[in-house]
């Protein structure tokens, strides 16, 4: 085959990245993005385009560099540090945190349409079971995901978005007003796109699309990573001009619903510009779009975990199993879980970003990356432990302490653990290196 991809080809494979991040979450939170600002709609949206999109696009290029999550946190830990972060990133990103929570938002969808307000277990059980099952049917083959969500989710995720940013922008409710927040908006921005968690998903998605690339266009080496970074670019310029349009959408909202948010917030805004035909649509939209981040996210942590077996079980296997235990979540109670598993996703997240910075813009200091990768795995397992201590009403003093860290009051303590770490992983390498001569 040919080292070259057609255009639309291309575009495609661009559209299926944006899909499988535009999800649940990134669906529905750009509109109260764009509420809560208001007149500082623009400079809000400079934050998120930071972290919400860059960084992700970031993460792809780690992945082209350096190989997947799985060859990255090898060449940044130690084994058992990579495995426990590797694992803790795929699990909690996939079965027991994401994939559930996305097979809820589906079922939410699913009795607007039908009007339900109540449903037996039965019924619930049923719903599960055909949901996971058409996620298996996207994912069985991991060469085709990409493909199969071009064609056959995509679509309904683009007309959605191009339906109700349109009729919105030409027919506002009402005029933007001032931020609800007392931060500044730029700030605002990207804490908020940093709590999407785009970047460590982006890492697990990047498999899919290797796997895409490789297996059904016959790319390869230079020519692979190459497409690797262009499909990936398309993918985030299309969601960056979605979470701008639809920020739109929030601001002209104006004084509006200011009692709701999110999925409600978007909602309500469709009923008022289609009327009840609206409230359907959304339903559907909402339905596909949490389905393509679970399939996404259920592929990444299949392939996640076939390579890091060496392949001893396939990934149809373990996508299975994956989708037996999100199922079961999801069926056990899926708010508890979430509760329980939410200070893990702040172990996790710190030591990523890390990660791809690091890989994008220094990647010959490798004492450096592992020594900050480190630090701020360390800092999130503190963060961890504090949230858990939190759980159970436990407290600790030295907890409190965090908040004293520059940005530690925001979730940016491990900032400065990771600079330490950088410092000492340098110079510790730098020694090593000195003393093998």
């Known amino acids: 085959m040919s080292n070259r991809l057609n255009f639309l080809v291309a575009a495609a494979i661009g559209g299926s990245v944006f899909a499988m991040h535009f999800g649940g979450s990134c669906m529905l939170w750009p509109v109260t993005w764009g509420q809560q600002s208001g007149t500082d709609v623009f400079t809000a949206y400079l934050g998120i385009l930071i972290s919400a999109i860059i960084f992700p696009w970031l993460a792809y290029l780690a992945v082209a560099r350096e190989g997947t999550l799985y060859k990255i946190a090898g060449r940044s830990f130690n084994r058992s540090l990579a495995l426990i972060f590797g694992g803790l990133t795929v699990i909690v990103l996939g079965p027991l945190f994401a994939i559930p929570r996305m097979s809820a938002a589906s079922w939410d969808a699913i009795c607007q349409i039908l009007g339900l307000q109540s449903a037996p277990f039965a019924a619930v059980l049923i719903f599960t079971l055909a949901y ?77 699309v290797i796997a895409g690339l490789s297996e059904s266009h016959g790319l390869h080496g230079k020519a692979l990573n190459h497409y690797l970074i262009i499909t990936a670019g398309i993918g985030f310029i299309l969601l960056a001009g979605s979470h701008f349009t639809q920020m739109l959408v929030g601001a002209s909202t104006g004084e509006l619903f200011t009692d709701i948010s999110y999925a409600r917030l978007y909602a309500a805004i469709i009923l008022e510009l289609w009327g009840s035909v609206g409230g359907v649509i959304f339903n559907i939209a909402l339905l596909f779009a949490a389905l393509t981040s679970a399939v996404g996210l259920a592929g990444g942590t299949a392939a996640y975990f076939e390579e890091a077996t060496a392949g001893k079980l396939p990934y149809r296997a373990f996508a299975l199993a994956v989708l037996a235990l999100s199922a079961l979540v999801s069926l056990v109670g899926l708010e508890e879980i979430i509760r329980l598993t939410a200070p893990i996703l702040d172990m996790v997240y710190p030591p990523s970003i890390v990660l791809v910075l690091f890989i994008a813009f220094v990647p010959a200091l490798r004492g450096a990356r592992s020594g900050a990768a480190v630090a701020a795995f360390l800092w999130g397992l503190l963060e961890g432990f504090c949230g858990y201590t939190a759980i159970i009403g436990a407290g600790f003093d030295f907890c409190s302490l965090r908040s004293f860290l520059p940005g530690g009051e925001a979730g940016f303590g491990w900032l400065l653990m990771a600079l330490a770490g950088a410092l000492i992983g340098h110079f510790w390498e730098k020694q090593k290196l000195e003393s093998a001569v």
């Open 132 to 208: 996971y099952a058409a996620v298996y049917w996207f994912l069985f083959q991991r060469s085709r995901v990409i493909d199969k969500i071009a064609r056959y989710l995509l679509p309904v995720l683009i007309l959605t978005v191009v339906a109700v940013v349109t009729r919105s922008l030409i027919s506002p409710l009402a005029e933007p007003v001032s931020r609800v927040y007392a931060a500044h908006p730029f700030s605002y921005g990207f804490l908020n796109g940093y709590q999407t968690m785009d970047l460590p998903a982006a890492l697990m998605f990047a498999t899919l």
